[in-house]
Structure formats: structure tokens, C-alpha cells
């Protein structure tokens, strides 16, 4: 049991700063990411409320008590790294590492969150 919980939170803590890092850009860096939307053809008007959201699944990720949204959250984090990384890919900007790091943290994550 204690070995579940150190993957859990280990897993969870890789994702999370793969998310806090990716959603500080869209805030902090936002002309950059304008010019990476624009390439992947997604509206720019989009860049504050994903984050935002990205912000707000992290929160219900972490919280014990949301065992609902904390599903919906997991989902909506796997749907969303999927399609981060065939983007990278089909633009072929070498960019798509960061989503496969993404995507294995959250499955263990998620995996283990089951198991404890």
C-alpha cells in the first residue's frame, strides 16, 4: 500500500508540473503560444480559458473530495494530451516529448489513484 501511494504521488507531481509548466505559458509567454495556435490552425481566443481549465483539473486532481470531477478530469487530461501530441506531430515541431512524459504520468496516475 505504502509502495502505491509513492508511484501515486510521484506520477501526479511529474503531471502536474508538466501542466503548471504548459499552462504558465499560455499565461506568461502568450505571444509565443498565439503563434503555436495559429500554426496548429486552433483560435487564439482560446488560450486563457484552457488554461485556466488546465488549472482547475489539476486542483480537482488533487482533491480528495471531488471523486466525480476528479474523473471527468482524468478524461478530459487524457483526450487532451492525445491530441497535444498528434498535433506535434503533424506540424513536426519535436515538441511531442513533453506530451508523451504527459500522457505515461497521468496513466500511472491514474492507475494508482484506483489502487489506494
Excluded: C
Amino acid at each position: 500500500m505504502k509502495r502505491d501511494r509513492i508511484i501515486y504521488y510521484i506520477a501526479t507531481g511529474i503531471f502536474s508540473l508538466v501542466i503548471l509548466f504548459s499552462a504558465g505559458m499560455y499565461f506568461f509567454n502568450h505571444e509565443f503560444i498565439k503563434g503555436a495556435f495559429s500554426s496548429l490552425g486552433y483560435p487564439t481566443y482560446l488560450i486563457y480559458p484552457y488554461a485556466t481549465a488546465k488549472l482547475v483539473g489539476l486542483f480537482a486532481i488533487w482533491n480528495p473530495k471531488f471523486h466525480v470531477i476528479k474523473e471527468w478530469a482524468y478524461s478530459a487530461f487524457f483526450f487532451a494530451i492525445t491530441l497535444a501530441f498528434f498535433a506535434h506531430i503533424l506540424i513536426s515541431d519535436g515538441e511531442q516529448m513533453a506530451a508523451v512524459i504527459a500522457w505515461v504520468a497521468l496513466v500511472v496516475s491514474y492507475i494508482f489513484s484506483k489502487r489506494i
